[in-house]
Nanobody
Framework: QVQLQESGPGLVKPSQTLSLTCTVSGGSITTTSYYWNWIRQPPGKGLEWIGYIGFTGYTHYSPSLESRTSISRDTGKNQFTLHLNSVTPEDTAVYYC?????????????WGQGTQVTVSS
């Protein structure tokens, strides 16, 4: 059974970099053919896809966030990490890591519980 767990700071100051790590158990992030995603939900709004890192290490990001987003992984620890640069209060959201059965943010089968991140001075 696959489990995902987000970890990282709950409070980030404007202009800083938000870093969140997802630890995966019960399955390898290098297994064909899964895609490991970050998704967020601002207060009162819908889900927003941020990006993914695929089983080969290939990354792909939302065009609206691409310029300040990167996703990396540590295969030895079975973890992948989101870095979101130059944050503003509009980046306040619950952040989720998820597994996708393919690219395209359409077949998400496992989710972390989510972690609240607030951007404030």
């Amino acid at each position: 059974q696959v489990q995902l767990q987000e970890s990282g700071p709950g409070l980030v100051k404007p202009s800083q970099t938000l870093s969140l790590t997802c630890t995966v158990s019960g399955g390898s992030i290098t297994t064909t053919s899964y895609y490991w995603n970050w998704i967020r939900q601002p207060p009162g709004k819908g889900l927003e896809w941020i990006g993914y890192i695929g089983f080969t290490g290939y990354t792909h990001y939302s065009p609206s966030l691409e310029s300040r987003t990167s996703i990396s992984r540590d295969t030895g620890k079975n973890q992948f990490t989101l870095h979101l640069n130059s944050v503003t209060p509009e980046d306040t959201a619950v952040y989720y890591c998820t597994r996708d059965l393919g690219p395209g943010w359409g077949r998400l089968d496992y989710w972390g519980q989510g972690t609240q991140v607030t951007v404030s001075s």
